[in-house]
């Protein structure tokens, strides 16, 4: 079993249980991190995560797809890069090495059996992290987020006891309890790990990433 707590969280659950809903729901995933938008903080970000955003930012992103839309490697059909939101830069780390990779990116994955997903991450796009389902004339049907009004107050506490940490750690925080608790149930008491990604799930999510750096690459060209 795997810890990509985003399989878990509220958000997540909330916005494919709502898709479910209804006929030709569309959902986007939008992850979105902290950076300032200057060379020097996304070129000290691309060196420190040198695998690149797929494989590190945008990952669990790739895991809910992997775990709940029928996306492997084998079953994409087609991948869209969004070229107006997109950016691919090429900037000089600390160490002097220069590095290539995404400091924003969205795309849409049909599969072969049917379904159509979106994933949106930005470096720069601030600490909330949210899901929507939209209509087939692109209207936003529904949206949640994280954190939610509920999770503030927690993100306030765990900001003054552990200053200097990531922002993406405190409102994550219940759902990397969440992900403890399913698999300590499960090595325990042989309780089924809901929603908890596998090994198999793990692999599959990064032959995706590995497959799909060259072909959104290629579109942003």
Same mark, same amino acid.
């Given at each position: ?80 890069? &969004? =070229?107006?939101?997109?950016?691919? @830069? $090429?900037?000089? +780390?600390?160490?002097?090495? %220069?590095?290539? !990779?995404? &400091? =924003?990116?969205?795309?849409?994955? @049909? $599969?072969?059996? +049917?379904?159509?997903?979106? %994933?949106?991450? !930005? ?8 899901? $929507? ?89």
């Amino acid at each position: 079993l795997m810890g990509y707590n985003k399989n878990v969280c509220k958000y997540v659950s909330k916005t494919r249980a709502f898709a479910n809903t209804i006929d030709d729901g569309h959902v986007t995933f939008v992850s979105n991190n902290t950076y300032e938008a200057t060379d020097e903080s996304l070129g000290e970000c691309f060196e420190r995560n040198a695998e690149g955003m797929l494989k590190n930012m945008a990952i669990h992103e790739l895991a809910l797809l992997v775990s709940f839309y029928d996306v492997s490697v084998e079953n994409i059909e087609s991948v869209v890069a &969004d =070229k107006d939101f997109s950016s691919m @830069k $090429t900037l000089e +780390g600390p160490s002097g090495k %220069v590095w290539t !990779d995404f &400091d =924003k990116i969205k795309f849409t994955i @049909k $599969t072969k059996t +049917g379904k159509e997903v979106s %994933v949106q991450a !930005d470096r720069c796009g601030g600490d909330t992290s949210y899901a $929507t389902v939209t209509d087939s004339a692109g209207k936003e049907l529904f949206r949640h987020s994280m954190p939610d009004e509920e999770d503030k107050a927690n993100v306030s506490v765990l900001e003054a006891k552990y200053p200097g940490a990531m922002p993406y750690f405190f409102s994550q925080d219940p759902d990397y309890i969440t992900v403890k608790d399913r698999v300590a149930a499960n090595c325990a008491l042989g309780h089924e790990a809901e929603g908890i990604a596998t090994l198999d799930i793990a692999c599959e999510t990064l032959r995706v990433a590995e497959y799909l750096v060259p072909v959104l690459r290629d579109q942003l060209k």
